[in-house]
């Protein structure tokens, strides 16, 4: 059985405020996040009987809101828990387990207020990161994530300026999009002599950390039309992992995770890369939109460099990417998936501040931990 | 000054860190596949046949991939490269760069390494250095 448009988000919402929000913490923002979610469907929170979250327990999300949830998903696997989210809740929605599933995320990244310490569970101790990759002296997700990047360059060709030409063209997305954190336009000589985080990665190849969240709201598509907002029907949905220590990866190129979750999605969805209007892939850092446009299929191995370099994904091109600016200039909370898919519910809703015209088919490509999992959501606003 | 974190031994593992306490970088290989895999566990992670055995490889490889950390973890000094080596016998592992200034112009990908062994509390913890 597919889900394949069987399911619609019927509302979705930021937080009010994004990006430095020392008054609120963690769960808060989850709650911030879900009451503009029922605002903004003008949904009974009566008929919410399903809760997903990452970051908190759905069980603590479900009460601080009062809600007496009979599905819950608390999937956490880094940023891409979002997709997984929406994938899970799809089908327990078209199998009859619930009818109303509110998924959240809320994260004090800039303010920590409200959260537990850095590193996370895994990273600590006896287990295998902690005596294998943590004795080497990395320092947060810059020092780790870019592990491959070299090897991309030297296996692909691709150059330091058509890395830095990442960060410029989501910059230039956020500069049309007043939410965003980071507005000011860049040049690739400002990206370059920007200071250096992680050779080869620079300050502005690197995600903000801020505060924020978001919410959306799914039911089954017979349902959609009790609300006033367009739905946005999910067409297809994939996730996958490949391994939590980034040493381990099979080849330092190209993420498993993203190829196998991508094939998944396209494939239930029953499209090709043709007929995909938007693109959102998650930038923790600026060579995953790079890896993404090869793994998902847009660009041939060693391609995405150059067609970025060419103007292809920036405003105009044909192929819009990271449209609210991404993780590199819009916000970048910790988890930063749902705001990769509130972007995707805009643009096929034609509400974005960067509106692109006429999108139909969106695709949002999520990442977990660093290249460790992944997750994928395929939305439009066709039905049938 | 804060001293670098000292690994912690699981019981899985012990055997590799009873070898570098040896000077010796030893690694599971599985019979039925006649492959060395990484990190340790009492199984192959292909075929998960439980007759593997702990065996010396020869403590050299080459550099597979790594970035410069610019933002120093305790007890060390910043900068300084986060490295993958690439065993001769396969696996790979995350390693340090030592013997030599770890610059992009001295770290040149698929240079040769060979291991050698780092004290870190009670434990020898296993890093490479060039090939000699
Ligand atoms: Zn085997």
Known sequence: MSIRQQIAIVGAAETTELGHIPGMSSIELHADAARNAIADCGIDPARIDGVACAGQSPVAVAQYLGITPRYLDGTSVGGCSFMLHVRHAAAALAAGMCDTVLITHGESGRSRVGVGGFGGPGFGGATLQGQFEAPYGPTGPPTMFPMGVLRYMKDFGLTHEQLAMVAVVQREWAGRNPRAMMRDPITVEDVLASRLIAYPMHLLECCLVTDGGGALILTRADRAGDFPTPPVYVLGTGESSETPMVSQMEDFTTSKAFRVSSTQAFSEAGISHSDVDHLMIYDAFAHLPIYGLEDLGFVGRGEAGAFIEEGNTRPGGRLPLNTNGGGLSYTHTGMYGMFALQESVRQVRGTAPAQVPGVQISVAQGVGGMFAAAGTVILTNQNG | ?132
């Not at chain 2, 009492?42 to 490889?57: A, G, K, Q």
């Open chain 2, 1 to 132: 000054m804060p001293s670098k974190l000292v690994p912690e031994a699981s019981p899985e593992t012990q055997p590799f860190w009873d070898g570098c306490a040896a000077g010796q970088l030893r690694l599971q290989r599985c019979r039925s596949c006649d492959a060395f895999y990484f990190p340790p566990r009492p199984f192959c992670p292909t075929c998960l046949s439980e007759d593997v055995v702990w065996e010396p490889v020869s403590g050299r490889g080459r550099l597979h991939t790594y970035l410069i950390n610019h933002r120093a973890a305790p007890g060390f000094e910043a900068p300084y490269a986060i490295a993958v080596v690439e065993l001769d016998e396969g696996p790979r592992m995350m390693t340090n760069i030592v013997g030599v200034e770890n610059t992009p112009d001295n770290l040149v990908l698929d240079m040769a390494l060979q291991v050698t062994f780092e004290s870190r509390g009670e434990m020898m913890l296993p890093v490479f250095e060039p090939a000699r």
